[in-house]
């Protein structure tokens, strides 16, 4: 199992380094020479940081939460596709298998709703405020 266990988070972490790194050829042309001069720009500043508002930071906070959340989203639906897989017909391990699957799936709809909700709330109070 150890193995496994190892195999499994070794694949995960080349799989996101891959993801990560091929982001960067999506970018055209404009928005790469954007990045740039704003790389730049702050680097030939002042100031060594960019001042950020407070709901900045707390959008940048909770991207950060569900993006953590998403990867544990799915190394947990891994495991339990592997525990169904190895439960060789234990109908008590399939179903354990199935109801955790079922469970994640519904945490996430959970976690999407509460962010769709928070986005709309956040997006209707800052456009009051602005106006």
Not at 9 to 30: H, P
Not at 42 to 52: A, F, G, L, Q, V
């Amino acid at each position: 199992m150890p193995k496994l266990f190892s195999i499994f988070f070794l694949s995960v972490v080349i799989c996101l380094s891959v993801a990560t790194t091929a982001q960067a050829g999506f970018l055209s042309d404009t928005k790469k020479a954007e990045v740039n001069n704003n790389i730049n720009a702050i680097s030939s500043s002042t100031y060594p940081t960019k001042i950020r508002s407070v709901d900045s930071i707390i959008g940048s906070a909770i991207q950060i939460f569900l993006g953590f959340l998403g990867i544990i989203f799915i190394i947990l639906i891994l495991i339990s596709g592997t525990n169904w897989m190895m439960a060789h017909g234990n109908e008590e391990k399939v179903s354990k298998a199935k109801d955790t699957i079922l469970n994640l799936v519904i945490g996430l709809i959970l976690v999407l709703a509460a962010f769709a909700i928070t986005y709309m709330i956040s997006n209707v109070l800052s456009n009051k405020l602005l106006n």
